[in-house]
Every structure is written in C-alpha cells, then in structure tokens.
C-alpha cells in the first residue's frame, strides 16, 4: 500500500513563500509520477502541478506557472512544491498524489490512485 503524507502547510502572508513536502512509504516510488492538487472552500479540487517519474519533466496550472516550483528527490523518497509570491487566492488545502498509469503525470485527480491527507495553506492578504 502506498501512503503520502504532506507537511509544511501553515499561515503564510501574501508575497511570501512555503515549501511542501510529501514523503511516501510503501511501493516503489521512483517509478510513479507525481501531482500536487489543491482544493479551496467551495470550490472543485484542481491542478497545481506535475512532475514526471524521472522528475525530467514538469508541468503546471497558468495560475501558479512561474511562481510555484515542483521537485523529487526519489533518494529521500520525497517530492516538494515551492510556492512563492503566493497570494490570498492560493488559499486551499494542498493533496500530493501518485499514479503508476502515466509516467509523466496527469492534469486529472481521477488518474491518482493514492492520494496523501493534504495541508492547509492560508494565505493572508
């Protein structure tokens, strides 16, 4: 069984910075592609951003390409989403997840199979 479990959430200013962690336990990781997706009060959970299973490719939402950064790093079994100039509208609970379908990720939570507790990030204005 796969388990992520995310950390680093917390109150954070507008303009400032976070990072995210999400360390897994179970399978073989290096072999999954990764997502961070991100949920905000009433709304439908979304895209944020996608690294491949090599971690040679990455994509992300319009909303957060240039500001937030998604990185692996499989030795420590552990993907990372930097966020930086956040702003009020980043607010959401963030979800790391892993798929072993699609090597180089999915924009879609439906193609994640394990999904982690998620963490809440406020951005205050």
């Known amino acids: 069984q796969v388990q992520l479990i995310e950390s680093g959430g917390g109150l954070v200013q507008a303009g400032g910075s976070l990072r995210l962690s999400c360390a897994r336990s179970?399978?073989?990781?290096?072999?999954?592609?990764m997502g961070w997706f991100r949920q905000a009060p009433g709304k439908e959970r979304e895209f944020v951003a996608v690294?491949?299973?090599?971690?040679?490719?990455?994509n992300y939402a319009d909303s957060v390409k240039v500001r937030f950064t998604i990185s692996r790093d499989n030795a420590k079994n552990t993907v990372y989403l930097q966020m930086n100039s956040v702003k009020p509208e980043d607010t959401a609970v963030y979800y790391c997840?892993?798929?072993?379908?699609?090597?180089?990720?999915?924009?879609?939570?439906?193609?994640?199979?394990?999904w982690g507790q998620g963490t809440k990030v406020p951005v205050s204005s």
């Open positions: 997840a892993a798929t072993p379908y699609y090597g180089s990720g999915s924009y879609y939570p439906q193609d994640y199979p394990y």
């Open positions: 179970g399978r073989i990781f290096s072999s999954y592609a």
């Open positions: 690294i491949s299973w090599s971690g040679g490719s990455t």
